[in-house]
């Protein structure tokens, strides 16, 4: 060991005094039990800056952190000698007549304590010199530097620092009055402020793990948002929950205000809030995030920043950067506890607060803000207002905030704007009568309505309708909403051609909802029409949702026809277009991933529907009148799974939460009859597949190829042919319709010896599905005749025997037993079923025993049995009767829902 020498004072005088070492003691403190695994930090302090700071207030760690790095230090290669300032000291040389007892402690030659001088800069000569002769390199950790009793000891220390290549010095404090400036201490520095100490979501589960808690992963998220981050906050709520376990991540919040929120508010606040500071952090709680101006708003105050800038430098405040604007927010609990007692303290003041940022979030268009604050401060006019001002944006990104609004404001009040009623009556769905009283009525004439929106408040006629439209469309009124949707759209053309600044806003939005007004009600060539226009104007959306929701809806539509290409052409185009906003986006998912469904079976990729099934239902929306749509295309699915009779039960039980489709020409409700008609006869229920196909949608064309197929597999070939021999009903039906139609046809016609007509249809039909891809419609047919029909037509025969329609089995029963019963067997057939004697039957129709008997005998030989048994199983196999089925108990009993309608 190199031999100490004598020591100097700082102007370069010997002092006189041998250096001397005496025993180390270590001054480290004891670190907690319970402890997280912190590298990113530890790996901060082994970068080996000559000086380290670590800023931050009261329980972040510093002293801990610190002290995990020391005790993985080799005492051979580094001496760590801790110097805890205490409060108390009397005068600036007991600073460092301290830090000499500290390094002697530790083992580092220091000249005896009675020949140390009393003045200052003699004894940082000693202090230097004795870090200049240390056998080893030092580290110097001066934990609780803010009680520094020298005013110059940063500065001092700094200097040492600079000129002692084996020293560290590592410095706790939570002020910025020491090392102010550290960029004019001319030394490289590590500064570790408190978002560094804060700990992340991995930190917080290594603090859970750490003390034995089984839950670390699933309540850790939770745990870091409610405290924080601040890790001695964070350790006592770790330690309370290993003591009171507790269930799911919700009950975390309830700790975290039973244990943080107290020490955050009494001894983090208090200790680093004076009475100024302390106003301004319990005003600037009231909003969940908030800017300098916000904060002079609440206050009263001007030149708030270098306030709010210490608060931030003193961990207490997060800081974000927006743009070109500081944003700033207070953790969740700390926010709770200066809420609390804001609420406390200055009860009389907060409506009115309340109402200043209401007014001042409106004006800085954030209206869900302004409305939240405006339900705070219960000035129903005020809310009204703000939902007036800006309510598509309301309705399409924050319709919680909707919610909760019409929640809290009386009816009444709400009654006094057609725009709130008709958002109420989206956001509720509560049927009332306020909004057929205040709708904007429309006239019935083309130059009354060209008139009205000439004038100077057409916009305004226009913004107040248009939502009077989407509540009619979400009543399931589809008629009344296709009506009025009319009338609105020459109104908006008249106004866009008069002044169009005001209305070209809103024209995509007035075209999108026209589209979806006509879809709905079962036009889909005025619906494509109308949003493709939508989709053209998107880029003058005032919102942004216009371009992705008419696309995704446009590919439904072509998907819903068969049309293939167009279908394709629209999914691409959602593809390209920006994300809906989120509260839109299970809906648009929904619309988009339905026709990709669709478009995969019409392809015969059955592994791709799955797949996107799956996806789409891990989407949960309450719009329901999307329902028929989805669980119409999972029906088409489960004719190829086999699994028709679940798909059957799942429909009756959304049927009982949807809302009415008794509309004869709504497409949803003739798309959903089609597909119930589908599934019943895969299950070779032939007879309930007629009643649905003869139901309330027999007209519809979608209805016509159910009634055709039927004809054919139950043996009524010149039906078969007849019904798809009409060209007015080719003209209205759809591409995928038709070609099922010239399948049909085909196999009928051939049947019935007409080959002419029989290989024109599947030259027809081949051409097309080789030109769309659609090649399901070929499966819903007897593939053998077709085959048979297709040996005298080489390009057919070669289509028919290509994956993946070669490899794919056919839908539907090669053959299906109709059974024609009158009303009084059909009666006997149900008593029959209810386990009913022959002369209980008699009885209960009032006539004799033998006219029973007579009705029985005779229904016996239309099913072919005499035995009774067996004719109840044959009915329920026919579709007579209902199956005997028993409820599936993991289905929801309607269409989903949010937790809020329930």
Known sequence: MKQPGPARSSSGQDSGAPLVAVRRIDRAPRLPPVLADRPRLLALLDQAAPLTLLRAPAGFGKTTLVAQWAARQDPESLTVAWFRLRRGARDASSFWAGLLEVLADSGVPVPPRESWPLEVYPLTGLVERALLEAPTPVALVVDGFDRASDPEADVMLADIARHVPAL??????????????PRHLGIDLTVVGACDLRLTTDETADLMAAAGLTTSASLAPALREEAGGWPEPTRAVVLRLRDEPIDGAAAVAAVVGRVAADYLRDRLLAENCDGKRMRVALLTSLPDHFTVATAELLTDEQELKPRIDELVSDGLLVAERHGDNWVYRWPAAARRALMAELERSLPEQLAELHTRLAHWYLAADE????????VHSQDWSLIVHVIDSAWMLLGTEHPDEL???FRATPLEAVATSSRALALRDIQLRVPDTYLRRIMVELPES???????GSRPDGAEVIDRGLPVLVALRLRGAFQAAQTYGERLRQVTEAARAAHPGAVVPLYPSVQLEVGLAHLFAGDLSPAQRSMRLAHVHSGDDAVGYVEPVAAAHLALTYAVAGDLPLTRKWLARYDAA????????PRVGIIAGTAVLLEALDRLDVDRARAVEQAVESWQTDAQELWPFLVGTQGLLAVHLGTSADVLDRLEQWRQGAPSLDHRRSTAGAYLAAVEASLLLSLGRGNLARSVLEGPYREHPALRPGRA???????DDEAALRLTADVGWAAAGSPRHRLEMLVVRAVAADRLGDRRIALDALGRAVSIARATGAVRPFTTV???????LAASCPAAADFLARDPLASAPDL?????TLIDVTEREQDVLNGLAEGLTTQQLADRAVVSYNTVRTQQRSLYKKLGTSDRAEAISRARAWGLLPLRREPLSDLPSGPSRSNRET
Do not use: C, D, N
């Open 168 to 181: 560290r010095v590592i410095a706790t404090l939570r002020s910025h009055r020491w090392f102010g400036a």
């Open 367 to 374: 209206p869900a803000r302004a409305l939240r604050h405006a």
């Open 403 to 405: 919610y909760e609004a």
């Open 446 to 452: 083309s130059t009354e309505l060209t008139a009205l």
């Open 578 to 585: 920006p994300q809906a906003p989120r509260p839109m986006l």
């Open 709 to 715: 197929r039927l004809a054919l597999l139950s043996g």
């Open 782 to 788: 007897p593939r053998a005749e077709l085959g048979a």
């Open 812 to 816: 539907f029963p090669a053959a299906v």
